[in-house]
């Protein structure tokens, strides 16, 4: 399905370096979920399924951002939400009980294993999703005064 008029909120300038952001943490989130699903499942579950979910996470906000549109920019607000939530929950729940968590997720300690590029990507996702909107459905300006009506001449 095309993207509707408007184009992606990731086709210039700082849309296009959180796509770039985003993709990576896709691409680098769902292999390193992938190697610890298949060899080391039994090691860490919640935490390699964290991460998994975590890549999809980004996946779907990549794609929202690059489709654009009204229902490109709903997924990405979504998507980038819902990651903004896991990271903090996440985040608070590694660093209160160490012992659930026996491996790191990519959301730990609020991507502390990432230079917390995790806790930091959705606010600025959510700042450019909420800038690109406000732009494109600027406030409409009340519809200019009609003059008052004259009097008649005596």
Known sequence: ???????????????????????????AAGSRAAVQLATRFDEAPVAYLLSAF??????????????????????????????LVGVLVVGTLSLAD????????????????????PLVLPVLGLLLLRRRTAAQNPPKSPPPKSPPPKSPPP
Request: charged fraction near 10%; charge should be positive; avoid cysteine.
């Open 1 to 27: 399905m095309p993207a509707e008029t408007g184009g992606g909120l990731g086709t210039s300038g700082p849309g296009r370096v959180l796509v770039a952001v985003y993709g990576t943490f896709a691409l």
């Open 54 to 83: 975590a890549a999809a996470v980004y996946v779907v906000a990549t794609v929202g951002l690059v489709r654009g549109g009204t229902a490109g920019r709903r997924t990405a607000l979504a998507a980038i939400t819902v990651e």
């Open 98 to 117: 160490p012992a659930a968590f026996p491996d790191e997720t990519v959301w730990s300690a609020y991507g502390r294993g990432y230079y917390f590029v």
